[in-house]
Each structure stands twice: as C-alpha cells, then as structure tokens.
C-alpha cells in the first residue's frame, strides 16, 4: 500500500457539528486501480476529484457497485469497525453479478483498516454518530460499446455521519412499482437499484409518505424490504422477516438484529410475509411494529403504513415494550463498544 498523507490535516471541530449524513469527507481516500486483468497498488491520499472522461464505461452502463459500513469510537479512544468481513463478501457478491472483478482482501479490509486508522481523528465519540465507510467500485474504460468494461476504479471514502432525532417514518406498500425482480440484480448492492428507486419514492413522497415497502413483483403479495432497508414485523409477540433472496439483500443489520432477536429469547420466524397476513393483523390488533434495518440508522420504526388507499397507525409502544427499541439499544451498544461482544462482531483498529 502506498500512503501519501495530507500536507495540512482539514480536520476542525465543526465537522461534528454538521447536520448532514456523508457530506463532510474525512482527509484520505483509498483508490486502486484495475487493469490489463489485474489490480495496481492501493494508495491512500488525500480526498479529492479524480478526472474522468465522459466516456468512462460506468456512465453509460452503469457498472458500479457499493458498500456502507461505520466506524465508532469509544471513550477510551478506540476505534471500531462493524463484521467488516461481511461486507467484503457482499461487495464481491456484488461485484461478480455485475461482471465486475473480485477485489482481493489485502485492498478492501487491510485498506479499511489502514485508512480509518490514518484519518482516526475523524471518527466522532458521541453516541449515535459515526465516521460513515464508503467502499465503491466503478467502470472506467474509455468506450461506449456495450460490453463490460476492462478497467475501474475501487474507492474507500469516509464522512461524517451525523446523529439525529429519528420520529417513526410512514411508509406505502408497493402495489405498482417493484425494486427488485426474480434473477435480476436485487441482492446485488449496485448503483442502478438506487436510480430505479427514486421515482417511485418520489411519487409516494408526494401523497405524504416517506418510504415506501416494496412487494414481490410479481403479484405485490409478500413484502420484501422497506426504502434501503430489510423489512421486520412484529404480529403479536412473534418477529418475522423474509428469508433473503435473489430480490433481498442479505443486511449486516438484518443478521445482527436477528441473532439478537434469538439471543434475547424472541419467537421468530424467517419466512415470507403476505401483506394481507400484516392488514389482517391490523385489523385484529395484533399488529404490533413495522421497522426497517440497515447501517444507517440500525433501525427504524415504521407507525404509518399505507394499504393502498387506507392509510393505519400504529399503535405506540413504551420504549421498553418496543422489539424494535431494545433490538436497537443492544446492538448500538456493541457497535459502540459499551458491552460485551459475545459474537465477537468487533474489529478493533490497530494504530500503526
Ligand atoms: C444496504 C442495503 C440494506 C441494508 O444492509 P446493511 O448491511 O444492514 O447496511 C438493505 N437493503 C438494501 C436494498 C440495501 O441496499
């Protein structure tokens, strides 16, 4: 790996003040190069634009693919990272689907923890905020035939994410768009998901919503995810979440939340979930918590939910009473290194 650090370090205590998520970019970034059917050396360096020529592959045809990770501080000063290696895995899940090359370990976790380690000072203490990890590949071939591309770009960015007050969201049910189909790319964590997203978010944004909770596209008879999320419902005492698929991504925060789930003793059951199963329990009463899961914001809870046109609360949980709360409290709390780590999901990161 090759290290050029920044002449004059950015860093300023307003960084932490700033409200938004991942605008604020942390001193170094990560890039290493693939060409000629192998990867160059990684080099950290300071943050900043690279050129690219409009051309570049990944613009046209949309070969990028991405990850999302945090870094937390504790307040002994040590720096953590979350189950690193899943990610990794996923990134090369991801990156095979897309016809894109496997990044070898040595750049994508020593990279991590190298770079996190150098800009250590960014990561912020206070519980709740994090230094957000950005991991990205992207096409960059100089070509516009349609075929993959020869050439890209790997990344590691860091910025700021901010803590704030998360109220519950209100979210539709899909029963026209979908966003992810049988064979297709759904698990994949790849750029053009997100684009074929934002309109249909953007149109129940405008009847009042904030997310929407997407359906099997086939007949918008099972619920699949919410907005960027896994999806989790709580019917009575019993936690359910569909199994992952070729149209679920298969979340770090799913698979800590549920091992959690089962560690406190929760009945769960992993199996689809039909939407008239989650109305009917409405109706009944039963229906006791909507909450989506992802690095982000670990959890979130969901007291609205649009059933075609009828739109029904949620009732309002004590937050002792809450799954989603306690599930949140505990896993925040390994995150940030307050407890124990039983499964051992820690990655310390060594200072060199
Ligand atoms: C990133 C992502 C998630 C959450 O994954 P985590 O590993 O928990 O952050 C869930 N669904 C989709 C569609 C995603 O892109």
Known sequence: MIIEKIAESRFNDSVFESTVFGKEFSDHMLIAHYKDGKWGEATIKPYGPITMTPAAMSFHYGQTIFEGMKAYKNENDDVFIFRPEKNFERFNLSAARL??????????????????????????????????????????????????????????????????????????????????????????KCGGNYAASFFPASEVQ?????????????????????????????????????????????????????????????????????????????????????????????????????????????PHLAEEDSFALNLKKKLKDIQYGLVEDPHGWRVKIEKA
Request: charged fraction near 25%.
């Open 99 to 188: 016809n894109m090359p496997q990044i070898p370990k040595e750049i994508f976790i020593d990279g991590l923890k190298a770079i996190v380690d150098i800009d250590r000072q960014w990561v912020p203490q206070d519980y709740g905020t994090s230094l957000y990890i950005r991991p990205v590949m992207f096409a960059t071939e100089e070509a516009v035939s349609a075929r993959s591309s020869n050439e890209y770009i790997f990344a590691i960015l860091l910025a700021y994410a901010p803590s704030y007050y998360e109220k519950p969201l209100s979210v539709k049910i899909a029963d026209f768009y979908s966003r992810a189909a049988q064979g297709g790319v759904g698990f994949a």
């Open 206 to 314: 405008k009847e009042g919503y904030d997310q929407i909770i997407w359906t099997d596209s086939i007949e918008h008879k099972y619920i699949e995810e919410a907005g960027t999320m896994n999806v989790m419902v709580r019917i009575g005492n019993k936690l359910l979440t569909a199994p992952t698929s070729e149209r679920i991504l298969n979340g770090v925060t799913r698979d800590s939340v549920l091992t959690l789930a089962k560690d406190a003793g929760y009945d769960l059951e992993i199996r689809p979930v039909e939407v008239k199963e989650l109305y009917d329990a409405y109706k009944s009463g039963e229906l006791k918590e909507v909450f989506g899961c992802g690095t982000a914001v670990v959890i979130t809870q969901y007291d609205t939910i649009g059933f075609g046109d009828e739109r029904v609360q949620l």
